[in-house]
Each structure stands twice: as structure tokens, then as C-alpha cells.
């Protein structure tokens, strides 16, 4: 495999989240972003899922070095996972760092961490790679994509990037930068595919920052705006606005207030003095003097728009008058939460403007057209589509073949793949182990696919616990059985169905049916006849736990 | 009371699903649609959600008639359980007696069912109502609303509605009628409010027509197509283009193939002798010459499209050359499991059309340039918004009033409201129980919040059984603590923390600290104490049931 390039996606591709990806030339290597998956309604207690690494962890000394290209969750949350294993440099932008020190210092890995921030331009060496940052615009600042040479050609890794030509925090992709890199001649493209389904251009931030100046240069009673907390530009749009129609702002939800106090301490944020204010001259201030910025754009059920459209927030409590703006898409399967909360807010006599009736947000990624323009510019040799649903990579293959682009020339990659690139040739040659690692708790990695089998039985008609103490000389039950239930039926239906289930326990193992002596066989025809009476009685399948005791 | 009209939603106000609206006139009422809603991923393990009906359990001579609009679940899904209790007289279009007819049979209350059919213009008189069925145009063939005489005036209840003025099955929405009865003079417009996000026109199903015979007609291979089951209309342009570009029809997914021959044999469904074939046929069917009509346009788990998905339908392997229409949105909720199905499809090989990338799908509401000719040729005196999650009832009525209405007269309902007109005014005079009533196999009602917040407990972090067995003299443990758990950790970690939890049982019923001897006590401890210990050792929380046998 000498004299090799070999890429190899961990996560992020075929999904949106968990991105990693690894780019190795002989005996080194590095990752570009580590990051995490939001887990689904059938990921039942899960509370993140992270890469698998045992690819790396094969030959601890691969790893030379993670890069980060912007502080997003699902590009740097699993980086506590991976350098709890393999301590290894990290190189990220300013931002990034202050986003990911906070992680590592609840991690308790911040102490023994390398973190080097590198700015656009700068060059990093790494083994037989030489990194260059350079700028892309995305929903959060200091976002960057990376140009990586290799000893077989340049790399151009785009990380998460739409273009922007009216950016509201100065932050263009750097075409010029890409261009460069094209006519000097790129081996690989890999590119965001999020958006390639989107034809067009996706609309600048600045089509938002109008649209809230309007909103709140318009409105009568306090404002309050929800976002990503990591929007930081879309909160800078609301201090602007804030500023222009003399109005303060107050920020509340734990993760928006820390990341404001971050992007202020760091200078991504400018402001007045005057212009934050704290809960007391909340208190004080005019309704049509107050913005609150908050965070729960998701509808995450402890967030604090969500304690404000239920009527739980300690500090504000929403009612007629007030404006309440939404400027964020749901992610997808976060609809529901994120709509019944609308709701409420409508109907605590709010004024409510979102994304469907208003231009309050704008997407992160690049559609088709702006996408068409850096496969112009870049003009690889191979292309490899990355972070985006299978579909997306198909789409975004295709959209590579139609520009001129030979189709052999243009692979679909998914997790665990290893393609392999040569001085003749590109092919995956391999596949390594890329599985979903849940981290549930403490857990990391214990809660497997029987584990969540097991709630997803418990979760859909819950358990009946059935004990049958046994005299160890006789056989017979010792006393009457006990039977509990939890999740399966209602207080009024519960008495009738355990008392059925006692009897059939009773006729079972102390009955005329207790010739079967045999343990195992008895434990299971308890099970079965217990299920299948319930079954009958009421059609749901409860998970049945006989127990014996031999007393 | 008497001389009033009261309006009461027991459902589908504030939501989408389990529409209900009763109209009632001193001691008669009749409802209009009784639909049910699908549950959320909260919802564990319920099977559907139904209106509550109490306040027409009180008096069961009040209920006289139910007057259904179309056929789609959200419509009639709760009728069983309706008429299981309260068998009134259905009135309805030809095709939803066709659909409810299925339903009543599953539930054996077909026999006893009195069913009559209404064509539009027909008026039927129940006790002081005489309701009278208009045409409307909506995703189902036979869908009507109706205009309802009352004593106090006339009232317009929409259904679910959109404009077309290029319907594939001949169904306009009679505006004709609705302008003669605004005419007239309308007391009361109930419309839908399901699409009053939406600014424009919803697009005639002629566009979807278009591109459905471009696509079927460009295909190479095999066609495959799945829309809703009810979408007749969609199915009846999959037939068209078949037979226009010399391809035949195979039926696959239980409820496509039951909707498909109820529809072919009332004859809603035109089509030549041969363009149907049975699976033998397929089989020996040129690709070029076929076209599959499937279930699954939701990502339902064991429908037709999930199987050919995920590769285990029985007689379609979907590959290379096939093309997949995805003919339907994801309902809000269904997203995930709709993406899964079309990334699946991809990775198949499958071209896959949805509605993202060409337009083989439109809804079946009316957006707001439609509502404003509604509202312009009814001109009620007094306006509810219907069918609908809040934020829709709050911009429909907005819409209302833009157009000229006064404030006052546009009144905004949640389910259990008395809405209360009489000659003077209208106002909402009190309020009646409307709670969701859960379907879980053979029990309504019987499933509650408790039982939920249990499964849901079950569902996060498992369960843990604590059996400790104890000498009722000597009050000492007899044998070790069982302790067994299901859903909480992996096979690895289990014996450990099984092993931790028994020693400490033992150490709390039979060591030292077993001078406690209150039974109720011991139990509290047992379970507190166990639930500590996890918390600590895996940060999980089980539902810990301790079990203390005398014996």
C-alpha cells in the first residue's frame, strides 16, 4: 500500500453528523472533524452517537493530528471521545478553539489537550501532509475548509461552506484560494453535499439581517429571537438591529449565554457597552426597549423558548404584545417540537414570525449552483462527495458528472470505505469497521443494538413481573404469586389482568399442569402463557420476567 | 340555551387529525367527520388517538346524525368507535362508504351501520338541520363539504379543500354553490385552514400528471410508484401514462391493492382490460413494459416500498435501471423514515424521483389565494378556522380579517369549546372535555399519562428487578438477591453491576443496617438506594422494582 493515498470516511457519509474523515499516506495519518450524530426517536435513551475509532486504534501511532473545520457539534462533539484514546495535536480556528476548550474542560481532557489555532493561509506540516487552512462562509464564524498536499497531489477538503458574496461577518469562501489551488492542479475534491437536492443559490445572511431589522424596527412589544447558539452572525444581526431601534438585549438558555459571553470575550461579537443588559434592568425596561435572544430553535424541551412557550421560564413570561421570532429551520425530526411550540406561543397571544411566513433564516450550505462553481474553480482530478444523506451524494455525484466530470472519476463513499489513490488509479480497496457508537450516560459503546431492542419492547407495552416462590421440597408454591406491572395498562384495568395472571401462575406451577418438573421448561411456559393470556385479554405484548425461587 | 346555535370541535382544532365538529341546535346535534390522529414518537406504543366523546355520551338522544366529508383517516378513522356507542345514521359520498364499509367490517359493526350515500345537491333533513353535500377538490376522489340550514342561518363546512381548475378526476370545488349560498347570506364559514402558511396557489394535480408521463415515459426500465393509498386521482395518472407509453400495472401493498380494487370496481379508476397484471404476469414482464404501484410513500416500517428498500419484498428486487417515484410529502414526523427509504433506494442503484427534485407530487389544500376566494364568495357573518395546528387557525383568521372581517366575528376554537351563536352574537360559553383518547390494541382510554411517563421511563434507561427473599421469623435474607435488568446495559457490563446491586441488597436487608425492619421502609431503601448506585456507576436511571418476599 506504499506510495498510497488512502481516504477513509468514519462517519458523515450517507448521513448528516458524525463527521470524520481520515486522509493516510503510509504509516500516517490525520482526521478532518470529529464529530457527533444526534440520535433518533428509536435511539431510545441514547443520548449522542459517536465514530467508531477502532480503525485507529489498531496502530495508535496512524494518528498524527485532528483538523477542525468549524465548531459545529456534529464536526467536533465526539473530539473528547477520541482524544480520551489518542491524545494527538489538534489544529483548529480561534472560535473552534473556544468552542471545543469548553468540551474538553467537562471532559476534564482540557489540561492535557494540544491545541494550536491556525489562521487562513498559515501552513501546518504534519507527517508527509502540509495543511492550509483556508476561509469558507457557513453558519458560524471562523469557519474554514482545508487544502492538504500530499505526496500524490493537493487535497481540497471543503468542510461545511456555502458562498456568500454579502456576508454579514466579513467571512467570504475564499474562491480566489480555490482557484489558485485548481490551476496549480487538485488530485481530490471533497466537497459538502448537504444542500445539492437545493437548485440555485442559497440567498445571503444579509436577505435575514433585513428581514429582522424590519421585525423589530416594526414591532410594538418586546422581541424575542431564538437561533442556534452557535449563529453567532445571526446574533451579532440582532444587536445591530438592537442598536438601531434603541433597543437592549437580554440573553437567556445556557448554552446562548455562554457562547455570547465567548464570541464577546473572543471579539466575534461587536456591540455598545449599553446594549447587553443583565435580568435586574430587565426587569426595568420597557417592552418596547427589550429583545431577548434565547436559545431553543430546535424546541429542545429545556430550552428556554420552550419554558416560554409552556409558561415555565422564571424570567419571562410570554403574552399578547410580544413578538416572537424564529430564526432557524427545524432540523429534520426536530419538526414536531419545534411546531408545537409556535403553537403555544400563538396561543399565549403572541405575534410568532418563522421561516415559513417571513425570510428569517437562511441555510449553512451551498445549493446546486454554487456548488457547480467550486467544481469550476477546483476542477479535481477525483471527486468524492461528503457530509449529506446518501441521496445528497448521489445528487451531488451527479451534478459533478454533468459539469464534464468522467463518471469513474467521481465515487460514492460510505462510512468504512477505503479508497485508495494512486499515481494511476482511485478505488476502494477495503472496508474497516465504521459502526454507530452510542454513548448512553457513562456508557460509551455498552448500549448495543439488544439493548435498544429490549426498551424498544419495554417502551411500546412496558413489563409484567411475574415471582413464583417454590418450596425446594415439594414443588408447590409457597405462597400466591407475585405479579406487577409498569407501562402496560391503566390503575382500573391493572387488578383484573394480574389476578388473571396470578391464577394462571398458580394452575401452572402448583397446579395439575405442574407434572412438568423440568426448570428451564417451567420458566418458559411461564413466560409464554403469560404473554399469551395478555395478548388475548388486551392485544399488546408486555416483556414478561418470570422469576422462580426455590425457598 | 335554547334558540342557539353551538359549534363544538371535540377534535382537529389546534391540530392535524381526529377532525370532529359537532353542530347542535337544542336537544339535536350532528357531527361532522370523526377522524382519528396518528400517534407521535411520545406516544409509546399507542396505535392511533381518538376524539373523546363524553359530552355526547351524557345524552345519548342529543347525537342524530354523522355527516362525513371525505374518506381519509383523519376524517373517519374514530367512526368504529363512535358508532360502537352512539349507531346514528352516516351520511356520506359513494367512495367513503366504500372506505368506512372496510373499517366497519374489522370491527363487526358493519351489519347494525345504517349508511346512507348523499350525492351533492341532495339534501338530507335531520331533526332542525337540513345538510346539503358540495362538491370539493382534494387528494381523494368524492370528497364534499357541506352547507348546513339551521334555524339561525346557513352554515358552510368546508372539509379539507383546495382549488383546482384542472382536476385529473373531474372534481372542482363548487364554487358556484358556495357563491349562491353566500348569496343567500352565510351565518357561519368553517374552513380549512391546513395550508394558510402557504402563500399562493397549491398547483393543479395536472402538473403532477405532466411530470409523472415525462418520467414514465423516459424510463428505461422499471417503474415503481407509491403515493397514498387514497390518492386515487394519482393512481388514475399512473394508469394513463402506462397506458400511453405501452406499459402494464402491477398492485402490490395491502391497503394500495384493497383501495385499487375498491376504486376500479365503484368505478373511480379507468382503465383498459389488460393494463392490470397479476404477479405471474410480472414475471415474465419486460422491465420496459412495467410499472409497480406500491404503499410506502410514508416510510411505513412493513409497507411494500420500506421492503423493497431495505430488500426484502417477496417478489420486487429493486437495482440498477429501476426507477422509484416517490408521488407524496412526508407528513410532518414521517421525514426520517421517508429519507431513509429514498437513501436506501439509491444505494440500490435506483433513480429516485421525489418531490424535492421534480414536481411528482402537490398537496391537497387550498393555500391562501385559494382561502381569499372562499372567504370573497361566501362572505359569512361569522368565521372558525378548521383543520388545522394553532399557528394555522391564528394566519387564517388574520387572512379573515385582512379581507375585511370584523375582529370580533372571526373567532378562533380549540377543541372543547362551545361556540354559542344566536341571533345577537357569538361567543364561546363554555367548555367541554375533548381530551385524547389512546388506542392501544383492544384497550380506549385504558392507556393514560401515568402509563406513558412508565414506558417512557422504560424506554430511557430500562428496567431493573430487585427479588429479595426473606425469612418471615428471623427476618434475614434466605438465598442471594435475583437482581435482574432488561434494557439497561450491554452483556459486558452487566454481571458487574448485577453483582454490585445483590451485594448491596444484602447488605441493606440482611447487615448491619437491617435494624430499619418497617417493611414500607426497607422497600423505599431498596429502591432509592439500588437507584443511587446505578446513577453513580452508569449515569443511567432504570426503573428499579424491588420485590420483598416473605417466605
Not at 464529530?35 to 467508531?52: N, W
Not at 411546531?339 to 449553512?364: C, M, P, S, T
Not at 471527486?383 to 464534464?404: D, M, N, Q, S, T
Amino acid at each position: 500500500m506504499s506510495g498510497a493515498l488512502r481516504v477513509i470516511p468514519l462517519g458523515g457519509l450517507g448521513e448528516i453528523g458524525r463527521n470524520m474523515m481520515i486522509y493516510e499516506y503510509e504509516d500516517a495519518a490525520i482526521a478532518v472533524d470529529v464529530g457527533l450524530l444526534f440520535p433518533d426517536a428509536e435511539h431510545l435513551g441514547v443520548d449522542v452517537i459517536i465514530p467508531e475509532i477502532s480503525y485507529l486504534r489498531r496502530d495508535p501511532s496512524l494518528l498524527r493530528a485532528v483538523f477542525l473545520t468549524h465548531g459545529h457539534e456534529d464536526h467536533i462533539g465526539a473530539l473528547p471521545f477520541l482524544l480520551r484514546e489518542l491524545n494527538v495535536p489538534v489544529f483548529c480556528s480561534e472560535l473552534t478553539r473556544g468552542l471545543i476548550e469548553v468540551k474538553l474542560r467537562e471532559h476534564r481532557l482540557l489540561d492535557g489537550a494540544q491545541i494550536t489555532v491556525v489562521e487562513p493561509g498559515q501552513r501546518v506540516s504534519v507527517g508527509p501532509f502540509t495543511v492550509e487552512a483556508f476561509m469558507v462562509s457557513h453558519s458560524i464564524p471562523d469557519a474554514v475548509g482545508f487544502l492538504i498536499e500530499t505526496p500524490l497531489g493537493d487535497v481540497v477538503h471543503t468542510g461545511d461552506f456555502k458562498i456568500d458574496h454579502t456576508p454579514v461577518m466579513g467571512q467570504h469562501t475564499d474562491l480566489t484560494r480555490l482557484a489558485q489551488a485548481g490551476a496549480d492542479g487538485v488530485l481530490l475534491l471533497a466537497a459538502d453535499s448537504t444542500y445539492a437536492e437545493i437548485e440555485g443559490h442559497t440567498p445571503s445572511e444579509q436577505i435575514v439581517a433585513d428581514a429582522l431589522d424590519r421585525v423589530i424596527g416594526s414591532a410594538e412589544g418586546r422581541v424575542v429571537v431564538t437561533t442556534f447558539a452557535s449563529l453567532i452572525s445571526r446574533v451579532q444581526m440582532v444587536i445591530d438591529a438592537a442598536e438601531r431601534h434603541g433597543r437592549r438585549v437580554f440573553v437567556t438558555g445556557r448554552s446562548m449565554v455562554n457562547n455570547v459571553a465567548m464570541a464577546r470575550d473572543l471579539g466575534y461579537l461587536r456591540s455598545r457597552p449599553e446594549t447587553f443588559m443583565n435580568q435586574r434592568q430587565l426587569a426595568s425596561a420597557a417592552d418596547s426597549k427589550t429583545i431577548i435572544v434565547c436559545t431553543g430553535s430546535q424546541g429542545e424541551p429545556t430550552s428556554a423558548l420552550t419554558r416560554m412557550a409552556r409558561g415555565t421560564h422564571p424570567v419571562v413570561a410570554i403574552g399578547e404584545g410580544d413578538t416572537v421570532v424564529l430564526s432557524s429551520n427545524p432540523v429534520p425530526g426536530n419538526e414536531k417540537q419545534v411546531y408545537r411550540n409556535i403553537d403555544a406561543l400563538f396561543e399565549r397571544g403572541a405575534n410568532v414570525i418563522y421561516n415559513r411566513i417571513d425570510a428569517v433564516h437562511v441555510r449553512g450550505h451551498a445549493a446546486r449552483e454554487e456548488l457547480k462553481i467550486v467544481h469550476r474553480v477546483v476542477r479535481p482530478r477525483y471527486f468524492v462527495p461528503i457530509h449529506g444523506e446518501y441521496r445528497h451524494l448521489v445528487l451531488h455525484r451527479e451534478l459533478a458528472v454533468e459539469l464534464g466530470m468522467d463518471p469513474d472519476d467521481a465515487l460514492i463513499l460510505t462510512d468504512g470505505d477505503v479508497l485508495e489513490i494512486d499515481g494511476e488509479d482511485a478505488a476502494v480497496v477495503e472496508r474497516v469497521s465504521s459502526d454507530y457508537v452510542f454513548v448512553d450516560g457513562l456508557g460509551v459503546g455498552d448500549v448495543d443494538e439488544f439493548v435498544l431492542r429490549d426498551r424498544q419492547h419495554l417502551a411500546t407495552d412496558g413489563v409484567l413481573v411475574v415471582i413464583a416462590a417454590v418450596d425446594r421440597h415439594t414443588g408447590r408454591l409457597t405462597r400466591p404469586p407475585e405479579v406487577m406491572s409498569h407501562g402496560f395498562v391503566g390503575p382500573e384495568e391493572e387488578p383484573a389482568l394480574l389476578e388473571a395472571v396470578g391464577e394462571l401462575v398458580s394452575d401452572i406451577v402448583g397446579g395439575e399442569r405442574a407434572g412438568r418438573r423440568d426448570w428451564a421448561e417451567l420458566h418458559d411456559s411461564l413466560k409464554d402463557d403469560v404473554l399469551q393470556l395478555m395478548q388475548e385479554r388486551t392485544h399488546r405484548r408486555p416483556l414478561v420476567l418470570p422469576v422462580m425461587l426455590e425457598v
